[in-house]
């Protein structure tokens, strides 16, 4: 159920709403807008009587939400949320590029690739310290040291920094470092990880797990902004099915069926979807085309050498070329794109 | 094995080694291009010993190919085979739109389909007259009536014709009348067809079927060279996985594979797997930006009324929507477009 | 809609009924039983106004058939339908095993595996001599010479044979020879080909294709039951998706349900859904614990020497053991299975 | 790589070699067995030097391990794992049946179930009080109070205990109360929790992903047994594809080919596979038919009031049902299985 006042009612007006809708053992989620002010409804079993809410101050309307995700859905917040990190907004006109190593494996990598794609046109630099990796034998990064240096490399090129974060115990130095908190598509169904950065001051990048249908994909969204974080960015990152070319199957027809149902912005990362370098160009602009406010690229000075993800890495040079092609597709779009720097 | 032979080979000598050929026992496809003349080999179990073919006529190489596709390789024929349709060419630098309804209903349905979607720049008409239907019990098409419906449309507005075929008993009907055969997902792997469609003289649409691999794609395709014709358009058009929200996944990231892999033109069909009319604009955007050479559009006059895939066919407005925004796009990739009639 | 009529019913009151329905434009499918006889309609748009066969001669009960798929279905046949090939019966008590070679590649060959799968007890004899194939330049089969070996086969074993046609040209040749038509499960959406095998006074072995869903699998099989065929076996045979271990996923969980919707005999080929022979022993037990009616196995002589298929392909040996633990497991089911000959 | 030491090798040399394994920077993992005690290394970054290990006391054999998963393979251990559960064993003879309901709703129900599986032959009671649920508005299970239910009920009825933890901060609780611990599907690819319960001393029963593949399974068991937990159990649960009559699709083929290439125990839960009670008793026979160690049921006294997961439970009496028909089933395949309490 979602309530929503008039436009006259007042910070304590709202405040006196919410203290109602705790009485009657229901949770408050107060949604501040430009033109109205509403509050999203959770905590209840079955549907709320609506003349139990009648006597609620400053009412205007009472709205039902139809879908099991209400606080993600456009029926509950119908304008489009903008993420701001740094000074850089996810979810407004401007086609947002993330760039960056799979993973921080020293200064002077980290630094090379954050200077090269600034240049380019990157906004923000992602680079993972905490890594999830599928054997236990493999670099599982740089830890705390992989942050300071994705934090040195923000400092020089004041590029904010995107970092995945594993588990909870870890998220407090991860969250202390980075200006984008990421959760991986293994952890998307992590519900005690989910909770904790609902819980947090960061923007979460969450990403769509492997087998992630549109709606558990909302509903882990859910499970961030019912503990009060709204910073949340979508990703999609490619989703398990047949391929024989590829690693995993780009699904970018959910681009724009997230743009109608859900006001959070959306990525896409081609790079893991593809696993194959010479596929992210063309799936960066596909992705672009088919309404993505911005991707994740992964960049490596010399991909033959990487520890991790190699194989789909672009070279500088391979980014600038992307950046480029973005740079001639956004006006096509009505859309804005970072010039060079 | 790929036979290249010198520049100055005369259709004698590529008739001669040709001959040699067969006497080997083996089947050659000669390539004609601008800058040599190739011919593939086919027919050989394991490997063919290159000291029988050192004797050929006019012999400059011997390139062994490392893929079960052959002819439909790029290692067999570098450059870009380009169909041509009435005046219209598929696979060169102009990006093709190819329009129309679902089932072919009635005369002014597809009259006004047709006019329609020409004023609004498509360059080909489709249209369903032998439908494959789920259901015995579902409207099959209207057959021969449909395609001399087709048949007049294409007669008053120019535009060329696409329709399915659906088995050998009806393809020469079918062939007599349109200038593309269409192949369908559901026979992608019916090789009486693909062979009875590669001895056809008509360009032949092949639709990847739900479950086609990439490699099981190129070999339906090398049905249809094998048997002479080289006249042969890729058309990707979702594949089922477990999507909650889109009929099927359209797998945009065959794109550029194909394009890498293959020499044939590429064509995307959002319409069939998305399901739903508003996803079918920015599919088609994506699938342009992935670099598809054309896309396929179900269009009907009253979408609620049509027979068949109502859901997702665009009315004649929102298709000019498309073609407004496709044209904003093509400059940006350095495609052209057609403009509006 | 189902009608049944009174046990007093006589065939002249059938044939009245089903003339009465007819003249309403609706095509009546007279389905005789033990204990009732009843007559499927189709051929309507929307539902059938009860009204309007009220009068049929010896009416006793209406009965609505909610699923898209009809005569398939238990709502319309409540018992089960038993096939009658040769002396064998399947759909009844018995677990009935079908096997044989992959391809039929020679008179020794598959009278050597045709006397070796009825010594252990197979009562049905498999083998393809048309054989759609992947790519255009693999064995396409021995064709009719195929079947003529096959024909020796079975002359001298008693073991009545299946074997798959692919293409309505050839149907008639393949249907002359064997017992039981296969199609194949590319083929399970060919139209044209399913409404020639319904119309053929053969059993059909229709195998579920790689992408098909259950609906989809039940609609194939309702165009050879619309035909006039009832004589139908379904068989699983696993579905595309993303095993890195066997070659397809074995969908077991369909036999079940299967047996809950429909009243056809359902069979399962372990031997192409695993495409490895070590799993095929388990699996063909599994299949007869989830209530398989029987199972299709490969067998050859010489599996490492096979045509097609022998990495699935048991040895004689190993299918002597497969039929002497499903001999084990039959009793602790409740179900028959064939001695040792 | 694989150190194997002579049978004579005393627990001093075996901490002597590990000793000297250590030494070069690598992580010995002694296993001990009956026949011989081996040593697994990782930790390597490439090949190791058998010239290095070639001065090992007692040494003698080194086998290199070929595949990315190493403690968990049959190359490394040969002989079945046995996991002892109070006086229950995993992976042996015994098909084990672990029975209970979704969720611990009451004290109640929890033993009304419990009697009644215990009296039916479960060996285990199953029964979650932490729950990851895919709503945060949905019941996330009784928690502590959930676990002291589950505690009574094995006090009464003997029945070793097995329920799910989904976060590192709650495991010590849950261990404590706990026979077997469950990692379920959601966290088969959390790896701060595979590791916090590789280094506790409970079984953990693992649950495969919707998505993953048998490498993945095995690299998450591979998390646990480096860590040092050598009691892992395996559990096949569906995978995600694109049923349209089952939630997930169980994929049986896994069962044959984990018992081939691990020695870990191999568990089947067909109820959350199927969703639908009529499909889990045909779908346990299945799994035990195709060599399951045994099998994962949910129970509950009225399953049309379960908080969770109600249509696939399956009432006592179908429970008891399904026993009796495992039962016949056992000795067909020449496994034992508990009789009537």
Not at 301 to 325: C, I, N, V
């Amino acid at each position: 159920m979602l309530v929503v006042l008039r436009n006259d009612a007042t910070p304590q007006d709202v405040e006196r709403a919410c203290a109602a809708i705790r009485a009657l053992g229901l949770v408050p989620h107060p949604i501040p807008g430009d033109t109205r002010t509403a509050i999203g409804i959770t905590g209840n079993r079955g549907p709320i009587d609506p003349a139990a809410l009648s006597g609620l101050p400053c009412l205007l309307e009472l709205i039902p939400v139809t879908k099991p995700y209400k606080l993600t859905s456009r029926e509950t917040q119908p304008t489009d949320t903008l993420v701001h990190v740094g000074g850089v907004v996810l979810g407004g006109r401007e086609v947002v590029v993330v760039a960056g190593p799979c993973s921080v494996e020293g200064s002077e990598q980290t630094l090379a690739t954050a200077r090269a794609v600034k240049r380019a046109g990157a906004r923000l630099l992602r680079g993972g310290a905490f890594k999830p990796r599928t054997s236990p034998y493999s670099f599982q990064g740089l830890g705390r040291a992989g942050l300071e240096i994705l934090a040195r490399a923000r400092e020089e090129t004041r590029l904010p920094i995107v970092s995945e974060v594993v588990d909870t115990e870890t998220f407090d130095e991860v969250a202390a470092f980075v200006d984008v908190v990421q959760i991986g598509s293994r952890n998307m169904q992590n519900y005690s990880l989910l909770r904790r950065a609902g819980r947090a001051r960061r923007p979460v990048l969450l990403k769509r797990s492997m087998s992630g249908t549109l709606e558990e994909f909302l509903m882990a969204a859910e499970y961030l902004l019912a503990e009060g974080n709204r910073d949340v960015i979508l990703c999609e990152r490619g989703i398990r099915a047949f391929s024989d070319y590829s690693r995993y199957t780009l699904d970018l027809s959910i681009v724009p069926e997230l743009k109608r149902i859900t006001h959070l912005p959306v990525l896409v990362d081609p790079s893991h979807a593809a696993g194959r370098r010479d596929l992210v160009l063309p799936l960066a602009r596909a992705a672009v085309a088919a309404g993505a406010d911005g991707v994740l690229i992964e960049v490596h000075p010399e991909p033959d050498r990487a520890w991790s993800d190699g194989p789909q890495s672009l070279t500088p040079e391979m980014f600038a070329t992307l950046m480029s092609e973005l740079r001639a597709l956004a006006p096509a779009l009505s859309r804005g794109i970072a010039a060079v720097a």
